[in-house]
């Protein structure tokens, strides 16, 4: 069974421009998270899908940030304009389905550096 | 507000002694708590959770913690490194009044291993 990936794994951009991660979750997993870490911090969380609806987005900075999960499959996060702050490790974890603590299982992670 | 407080961000272990990873929670309820270990270049894997059940956690590798209500803190341990068990630790806390399951997670401690 393939897991959670991500692409790209790593991104450099310039300030302003537009960067945009994509994740692929474990085939049947219907929750689907964003977490990002910053470079010397812990990882935090940005938001959480339940199939396509967006259950939880309290973690996300501001909107220069937008996540959309197309037909409950991948999900993708846009940034733009990006700034320096962006920059960091951005995870994407995937569960089951159920309103359970399950286990989420994470992706290697895209690594984006904004200069 | 809970939080999640790893001691240690970087712990060096000789081979063959004892793991100790330190973690700490600040919650009014006792929350679900993980162990998440991340190896280079790789996502974040389950080492082994708690959730309510037994207080103490076998997980794979050898690894096992013990969560201590009174003491708030689950604590995670290895009679005997590895050289492999250099990587990344991350403790992390979902709240049990959270029914969606979202992590917070420690700042990480790295482990180093020593011949």
């Known amino acids: 069974e393939a897991g959670v990936t991500q692409f790209p794994s790593h991104s450099v951009i310039e300030k302003g421009q537009t960067v945009t991660l994509r994740c692929d979750p474990i085939s049947g997993h219907d929750n689907l998270y964003w977490y990002r870490r910053v470079m010397g911090k812990e990882i935090k969380f940005l938001l959480h899908f339940v199939k396509e609806s967006k259950q939880d987005e309290s973690g996300m900075p501001n909107n220069r940030f937008l996540a959309e999960r197309t037909g409950g499959t991948y999900s993708t996060l846009k940034v733009q304009p990006a700034e320096l702050e962006d920059s960091g490790v951005y995870f994407c974890?995937?569960?089951?389905?159920?309103?359970?603590?399950?286990?989420?299982?994470f992706g290697p992670g895209t690594r984006l550096t904004v200069l | 507000a809970q939080s999640v407080t790893q001691l240690g961000s970087h712990v060096s272990v000789s081979e063959g002694a004892l793991v100790l990873l330190r973690c700490n929670y600040s919650s009014s309820v006792p929350p679900y708590l993980f162990w998440y270990v991340q190896y280079p270049n790789q996502g974040l894997q389950l080492l082994l959770k708690y959730t309510s059940a037994a207080t103490l956690v076998k997980g794979i590798n050898g690894f096992e913690a013990e969560f201590k209500k009174s003491e708030t803190s689950f604590h995670l341990t290895k009679p005997s490194a590895h050289m492999s068990d250099a990587a990344e630790y991350f403790c992390a806390v979902s709240m049990t009044t959270d029914s969606w399951g979202k992590f917070q997670f420690g700042a990480g401690t790295q482990v180093v291993v020593t011949p």
């Open positions: 974890a995937s569960s089951q389905s159920g309103r359970r603590v399950d286990t989420q299982y």
